[in-house]
């Protein structure tokens, strides 16, 4: 049970920061952010549900309309 509830703040958490790479980096960018300093990629961690791909569309979408 504790586990399915980290899991959903560090969704939540995710969504509203923009997190690339969905819940599984949320945390170290986190503790990052908190800290003052520049948050490590999490780009090799793929969320399983392949939201990665929409981070990506996002990301290029956001570029192309700058």
Known sequence: ???IVEQLV???LAIALG???CEVGVWS???ARLRGSTPRSER???CIVGLHVIDDWEARRRVSLG
């Open 44 to 46: 090799g961690l793929a």
């Open 10 to 12: 560090a969704l939540r």
């Open 29 to 31: 960018e986190l503790l």
């Open 1 to 3: 049970m504790l586990v």
């Open 19 to 21: 997190t690339p790479g």
